[in-house]
């Protein structure tokens, strides 16, 4: 057997099919859309993120799974134009919110799905998507993005596939399933035909900004889909002992995955 007989988009779904528990609908991401605005945008992923971004000749951008604006705002005052995409509208608000007050005309919200029919959309000198990738197809997703870029594309994709520490999973007596990584990615593209560049960016867990425990907790049901009464108990009693850093868990590492697109 060689790898050309590996259908690593089928296997991707697959694996993606076996960690279906945790996933999110639009209106779950609505619900995160405040927080988020007030936190990623400042972030250092944020940061990190554009440092490694190439806009040399570009003038339009395209950024999928948007959220806040996390990548679009961050770069919009150096383009001529800016399309955010995103399936949450309470997402695409929050970047609006943000976009007046950095007085940004040129930037447009396109309320759809990375499943949508995008045939309106124009295409754009960059192609952007930052921790918005966990779709069914992603051998269409990255296809369409490198169908909607001229110049470069730049995508973010879990490393290792978890969002929550398994050492936390530990507490609650959990073993989620890990979603797939960014090594399915690499190798539906080398099978289009592209190379990518390959980076790795941290990001500080998201549990280190809780206020209280009932944060704490809320923010670990968002990636184990819920806790049960007993889960929230467990969870309670080691945090009361457990030490900042414990309770922070590890980083979240994330492939920065790039690609020049190749004249015609
Ligand atoms: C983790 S947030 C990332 C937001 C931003 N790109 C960033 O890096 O901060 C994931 C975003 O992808 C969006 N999203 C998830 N699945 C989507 C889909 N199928 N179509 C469009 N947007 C989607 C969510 O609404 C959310 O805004």
Same mark, same amino acid.
């Given at each position: 057997m060689t790898i050309e007989a590996i259908d690593f988009a089928r296997l991707y779904r697959d694996h993606l099919a076996m960690a279906a528990r945790t996933r999110k609908s639009a209106s779950a991401w609505d619900s995160r859309a405040a927080g988020m605005a007030a936190r990623a945008l400042q972030s250092s992923y944020a940061r990190d993120f554009v440092a490694r971004m190439d806009l040399t000749g570009a003038r339009s951008l395209l950024d999928v799974g948007c959220g806040p604006g996390t990548i679009a705002l961050a770069v919009? $005052?150096?383009? =001529?134009r800016v399309l955010a995409l995103d399936y949450s509208a309470a997402m695409l608000d929050a970047l609006r919110t943000q976009a007046a007050a950095r007085g940004l005309t040129h930037v447009q919200t396109v309320h759809r799905a990375? =499943?949508?029919?995008?045939?309106?959309l124009p295409a754009c000198d960059i192609a952007v998507a930052s921790r918005a990738?966990?779709?069914?197809d992603i051998g269409a997703a990255l296809a369409r993005l490198d169908a909607h870029a001229r110049l470069r594309v730049y995508v973010t994709h879990p490393v290792g596939?978890?969002?929550?520490d398994p050492a936390i999973q530990h507490v609650i007596g959990r073993s989620l399933p890990s979603t797939p990584d960014y090594i399915y990615l690499v190798n539906i593209l080398h099978r289009m035909g592209i190379h990518p560049r390959l980076d790795y960016l941290t990001q500080e867990s998201?549990? $280190?900004? $809780?206020?209280?425990f009932a944060d704490y907790a809320q923010r670990v049901a968002w990636s184990t889909g819920g806790l049960a009464e007993d889960e929230t108990a467990r969870l309670q009693a080691w945090y009361e002992r457990a030490t900042s850093a414990e309770r922070t868990g590890a980083p979240m590492r994330w492939a920065f995955i790039s690609w020049e697109k190749t004249p015609c």
């Amino acid at each position: 057997m060689t790898i050309e007989a590996i259908d690593f988009a089928r296997l991707y779904r697959d694996h993606l099919a076996m960690a279906a528990r945790t996933r999110k609908s639009a209106s779950a991401w609505d619900s995160r859309a405040a927080g988020m605005a007030a936190r990623a945008l400042q972030s250092s992923y944020a940061r990190d993120f554009v440092a490694r971004m190439d806009l040399t000749g570009a003038r339009s951008l395209l950024d999928v799974g948007c959220g806040p604006g996390t990548i679009a705002l961050a770069v919009a $005052a150096r383009l =001529e134009r800016v399309l955010a995409l995103d399936y949450s509208a309470a997402m695409l608000d929050a970047l609006r919110t943000q976009a007046a007050a950095r007085g940004l005309t040129h930037v447009q919200t396109v309320h759809r799905a990375w =499943e949508d029919d995008w045939s309106d959309l124009p295409a754009c000198d960059i192609a952007v998507a930052s921790r918005a990738t966990l779709v069914d197809d992603i051998g269409a997703a990255l296809a369409r993005l490198d169908a909607h870029a001229r110049l470069r594309v730049y995508v973010t994709h879990p490393v290792g596939g978890h969002f929550l520490d398994p050492a936390i999973q530990h507490v609650i007596g959990r073993s989620l399933p890990s979603t797939p990584d960014y090594i399915y990615l690499v190798n539906i593209l080398h099978r289009m035909g592209i190379h990518p560049r390959l980076d790795y960016l941290t990001q500080e867990s998201r549990l $280190a900004g $809780a206020q209280d425990f009932a944060d704490y907790a809320q923010r670990v049901a968002w990636s184990t889909g819920g806790l049960a009464e007993d889960e929230t108990a467990r969870l309670q009693a080691w945090y009361e002992r457990a030490t900042s850093a414990e309770r922070t868990g590890a980083p979240m590492r994330w492939a920065f995955i790039s690609w020049e697109k190749t004249p015609c």
